[in-house]
């Protein structure tokens, strides 16, 4: 991928949630093979977050991930282990997402005005999660649905 991208979005993987590193890990491991089951090259987001408070390497920061359809070539993807429909991720979750974020502003992955959003700004989709949706758009440099005119069809 080419860099910096000037977009990261926020997903949550809607699935299972963990507290430790083997069950995070193997919740990692499950979705690789999900998304390689679609003959995806690998998982398909560049970085996932733990319960546990690891970050674990999807794509990583430097190739072309398969995450919000339309932008995976402008944007980098960080997913949380977990459904956040009805209430948030763990303060150590939200507080590793901050870092990862200000890690890819040191890694100039993104620019110091990058633009953040959630999943949904994009695509139609429930992800990443109305509770935890709802509080990122608090978060500094959220921007809504800035690429798509995409509209949900009810
Ligand atoms: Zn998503």
């Known amino acids: 991928m080419s860099l910096p991208v000037n977009h990261i979005f926020i997903h949550h ?3 299972p949630r963990c507290l430790i590193k083997s069950r995070c890990s193997k919740i990692v491991r499950d979705i690789q093979k999900y998304h390689m089951s679609l003959d995806w090259d690998d998982i398909g987001y560049n970085f996932l977050i733990g319960g546990d408070g ?3 390497v999807g794509r990583s ?3 072309i991930g398969a995450h919000t359809l339309g932008a995976n070539n402008i944007s980098i993807a960080f997913s ?3 459904d956040y429909m009805d209430f948030l991720p763990s303060i150590k979750m939200l507080r590793v ?3 990862l974020i ?4 040191e890694k100039k992955v993104v620019p110091k005005r990058y633009l953040l959003h959630g999943h949904r700004d994009q695509t139609c989709t429930l992800c990443p999660g ?3 949706y ?3 758009r608090r978060w500094p440099h959220y921007l809504p649905g800035p690429l798509s005119t995409y509209v949900c069809k009810s």
């Open 54 to 56: 690891n970050v674990y």
């Open 130 to 132: 109305d509770a935890f």
């Open 61 to 63: 920061w430097d190739k």
């Open 102 to 105: 200000a890690c890819a502003v």
């Open 134 to 136: 709802n509080y990122l």
């Open 80 to 82: 949380l282990l977990g």
């Open 13 to 15: 993987t809607a699935g």
């Open 97 to 99: 997402t901050q870092l």
